[in-house]
């Protein structure tokens, strides 16, 4: 927790859950606001009165950036099996093409649910089908409830899935684009 | 996994099922490329789920040859039926040809096939004859469903190839859709304009039509006519304002 004129907000992994990491992300992303509106964005977000800034001097805010950006290493190890009201949600180690080509396109929606919705893809109820799991409705269902879990949940699962979808649609789009003269029986 | 590796290892359903497909239908280039996979080794998508983003990368580099085209040159003989030269058509089967290519020609392709590819007797002058134009393409279809994609395709640029010619030996009767314009027609130009869509809304059915003298009962006697005579005919016609 990093506190800002009196307001204890959380600012480590395992303080902030998975939906204040997809709106942090989402303000952090917004090309209308420049870097100190975001900031004040995103304190606002996160409890403090905005009247907090009307008066603070510049280096004195930038002071409440560092603070609140002084976090512990994110985590690394992805956390396989969850419950959550009494269900067990379970993730495979490695991602696969299906799971990954369904984040791609959260990811293209950018409806500021990225994270919530990629933990609901990529964590399935043990105790469902294969049709079951990638239901609209349950998925939806799914995100409302990793929407509450810590967002040290989701960092090392984002961490790989915007690596290899970075690398492997480039890898892809290679791949299509690759001319090919020779006509072929 | 079993990868074909050229197009004579896919069939002519595949090749549809391929083309069907519609990458921004899919919002995902990975979901397109796993249903993509799936229609070519004629695999359940759900067994391909799980397959490793970077395995699917290598085999998208393996399917290279799905962005070729296949053979352009028609097969002569197919489950014993012969191409019929397009030079031999009958008017009515040139008139189904452009319905069929009008509407996506490869999603039609196997009934464009079944109206190429016909039986084929020698009578008694020693003639080579194909069968008369007495079925509907769509119920022999199947029989080039399964037939592999590089002996059926070759139909499709061979037709487009000469209905380009004959659009240019008969410019008079194909002449080119006038640029719509903004400005605001008169009386007589848009009385002429509305005639012109009707036209093309009823077009082959006005010129059977009128070949016939009005007489609807003669019109199977028009679309069994030689497709080239029918033409020369219409431009004599043309020509003549007769």
């Not at chain 1, 970075?166 to 090919?180: C, F, G, H, M, N």
């Not at chain 2, 039609?108 to 079925?135: D, H, M, Q």
Request: charged share 30%.
């Amino acid at each position: 927790m990093v506190e800002i004129a009196g307001y204890n907000i959380p600012n480590e992994p395992s303080e902030l859950t998975v939906e204040q990491f997809d709106k942090i992300n989402f303000i952090t992303s917004n090309q209308e606001l420049d870097e100190i509106e975001k900031w004040i964005e995103k304190f606002k977000y996160l409890g403090v009165d905005e009247s907090v800034f009307d008066d603070m001097e510049m280096e004195e805010f930038y002071q409440l950036i560092a603070d609140w950006n002084d976090q512990p290493p994110h985590p690394k190890d992805k956390v396989l099996s969850v419950e959550i009201d009494g269900y067990t949600y379970e993730a495979k180690p490695t991602i696969g093409v299906k799971d990954l080509g369904m984040i791609e396109k959260v990811w293209k929606s950018n409806n500021g649910n990225f994270a919530a919705e990629t933990l609901a893809i990529i964590y399935k109820r043990s105790d469902l089908t294969k049709t079951e799991h990638y239901a609209p409705a349950h998925i939806k269902h799914k995100t409302a409830l990793f929407k509450k879990q810590p967002s040290s949940l989701v960092i090392p699962f984002i961490i790989e899935v915007l690596e290899k979808l970075t690398k492997t649609t480039q890898q892809i789009k290679d791949a299509v684009t690759e001319e090919l003269e020779q006509p072929n029986n | 996994m079993q990868l074909p590796k050229n197009w004579n290892s896919l069939t002519t359903s595949q090749f549809i099922e391929l083309k069907a497909l519609k990458e921004e239908d899919f919002g995902s280039l990975f979901l397109y490329n796993l249903e993509v996979l799936s229609i070519v080794t004629d695999t359940d998508p759900e067994e391909l789920e799980d397959l490793e983003p970077e395995k699917l990368v290598e085999y998208i580099y393996e399917l290279n040859f799905l962005r070729r085209e296949p053979s352009k040159s028609a097969t002569e003989v197919i489950n014993d039926l012969h191409f019929k030269p397009f030079i031999l058509i009958k008017f009515g089967e040139f008139i189904d040809l452009e319905y069929y290519f009008s509407n996506d020609f490869v999603n039609n392709l196997t009934s464009i096939c079944a109206l190429c590819y016909r039986k084929k007797v020698v009578n008694e002058w020693g003639v080579e004859e194909f069968e008369p134009y007495r079925f509907n393409p769509s119920d022999r279809a199947h029989l080039f469903e399964h037939e592999t994609i590089t002996k059926t395709y070759g139909v499709i640029p061979e037709y487009l190839k000469f209905r380009s010619e004959l659009m240019q030996s008969y410019e008079n009767l194909f002449m080119p859709d006038v640029e719509e314009s903004d400005e605001e027609l008169d009386p007589e130009d848009l009385k002429e304009e509305q005639e012109e869509q009707k036209f093309k809304k009823w077009g082959w059915e006005k010129v059977i039509y009128d070949l016939a003298g009005e007489d609807i009962t003669k019109a199977d006697q028009i679309t069994d006519l030689p497709l080239i005579m029918v033409l020369n005919f219409m431009s004599m016609k043309y020509e003549l304002r007769v």
